[in-house]
């Protein structure tokens, strides 16, 4: 095939590149230019899309022997990912912007490009699997991306590539050595590439300025002023500008958010326990909208945070009854299930969580055809 390799200029999308290649590909790479500000050095492994990754990514592709090409794509980078950000905080959510850059950039403006260009596929470094279609989480736990992968459609995925998903981090990082590749010991990119500092609250805090509103407990006592929702996420327990623990002595974490009024509710862990979620734009990896409720494994957070569940389709959305409580789940986030059987790695399909109730639930097993599980 013609492929189009996505090359950030880490270690991750160089091996899939070169691994292309090897797979006797017709293989182009291109770095995305997604800062308005391209000069800009990264800071060890914060930070991405900066001079030094481009050239990082122009020597990897000069020592594979295959053509590159740097692609502007900073305008659609601001206003997909980085305003939709901004904007989400401002709402009192948490979104993340990875699941959101693999959804509008990287799997559908450069994947429309890279079709109109005559490629068939676009290959990634992304750690997921895809076998026959079905993606599946990585070989590699830690460094699993599956998660932020779900939100692709089954025509996103019939055109994408994951080669390095079936194998360790460590191997990649030794593979990439073996092929004189210099990226090999580059340093993993943490947190929100475009947030190099890796200070979200004072981004946040520029972009969206001073919005007063009050910390309120349990019983709506204020007990504290705070200067914007945007500094403030589901679960959080530090941060909160309170003097000290609640009256029994435990920690107090955000349990609730409200961007009209302003008001940040705070309890206790308990307080955090949620049994049913609820989520908007539904995407079947499959490409088949389930009829009927069908037993999934839920995750709710990029890494950890899952249970056994219900899931059912509702008016092109999600409702998804727990089997046991989770605990820190924001609007904004995705909640990505997964099939319950023994690997449980296989991903069926994601929603953006717009709720939750904390009150357990009963309903009955027979809900669940056989032929659903």
């Given at each position: 095939m013609r492929v189009l390799a996505a090359m950030s200029g880490g270690v991750d999308s160089a091996v899939a590149a070169a691994r292309a290649v090897d797979a006797g590909h017709e293989v182009v790479g291109v770095h995305l230019a997604l800062s308005a500000n391209p000069g800009t050095l990264r800071?060890?492994?914060?930070?991405?899309?900066?001079?030094?990754?481009?050239?990082?990514?122009?020597?990897?592709?000069?020592?594979?022997?295959?053509?590159?090409?740097?692609?502007?794509?900073?305008?659609?980078?601001?206003e997909d990912v980085i305003d939709d950000f901004v904007a989400a905080y401002a709402a009192g959510e948490t979104p993340n912007p990875?699941?959101?850059?693999?959804?509008?950039?990287?799997?559908?403006?450069?994947?429309?490009?890279?079709?109109?260009?005559?490629?068939?596929?676009?290959?990634?470094?992304?750690?997921?699997?895809?076998e026959d279609g079905v993606l599946r989480r990585a070989v590699d736990a830690d460094k699993d991306q599956s998660y932020v992968l779900a939100v692709l459609t089954a025509e996103?995925?019939?055109?994408a590539m994951f080669p390095v998903g079936d194998t360790p981090k460590p191997r990649i990082r030794e593979e990439a050595a073996e092929r004189g590749l210099a990226v090999a010991n580059k340093p993993d990119?943490?947190?929100?590439?475009?947030?190099?500092?890796?200070?979200?609250?004072?981004?946040?805090?520029?972009?969206?300025?001073?919005?007063p509103g009050a910390v309120l407990d349990a019983d709506g006592t204020k007990l504290a002023d705070h200067e914007g929702v945007h500094g403030f996420t589901i679960g959080?327990?530090?941060?909160?500008?309170?003097?000290?623990?609640?009256?029994?002595?435990?920690?107090?974490?955000?349990?609730?958010?409200?961007?009209?009024?302003?008001?940040?509710?705070v309890g206790s862990a308990k307080d955090l326990e949620v049994w049913t979620v609820l989520a908007d734009r539904a995407i079947w990896?499959?490409?088949?909208?389930?009829?009927?409720?069908?037993?999934?494994?839920a995750q709710v957070r990029a890494h950890g945070g899952t249970a056994p569940a219900v899931a059912e389709a509702v008016d092109g959305g999600?409702?998804?009854?727990?089997?046991?409580?989770?605990?820190g789940v924001a609007r904004g986030q995705a909640v990505v299930l997964y099939r319950p059987d023994a690997d449980g790695d296989e991903v069926l399909g994601s929603g953006t969580i717009s709720g939750t109730e904390r009150e357990p639930h009963s309903y009955a097993s027979e809900l669940v055809s056989d032929s659903a599980r």
């Open positions: 800071t060890g492994s914060r930070g991405c899309c900066s001079k030094e990754d481009s050239g990082d990514a122009r020597r990897a592709a000069d020592v594979l022997g295959i053509p590159f090409y740097v692609w502007d794509f900073a305008d659609r980078f601001k990875c699941l959101r850059c693999n959804e509008k950039i990287k799997f559908s403006a450069l994947a429309d490009r890279a079709v109109a260009l005559g490629f068939d596929a676009v290959v990634t470094g992304h750690y997921a699997r895809l996103q995925l019939s055109r990119s943490h947190d929100i590439c475009f947030i190099p500092s890796g200070d979200t609250q004072a981004f946040l805090g520029a972009k969206i300025g001073i919005r959080q327990r530090k941060g909160l500008g309170l003097p000290g623990p609640a009256a029994d002595g435990k920690p107090r974490y955000v349990t609730g958010i409200d961007p009209v009024s302003g008001d940040v509710h990896t499959s490409g088949d909208t389930p009829s009927g409720p069908i037993e999934c494994v999600l409702v998804v009854r727990l089997r046991e409580p989770l605990t």
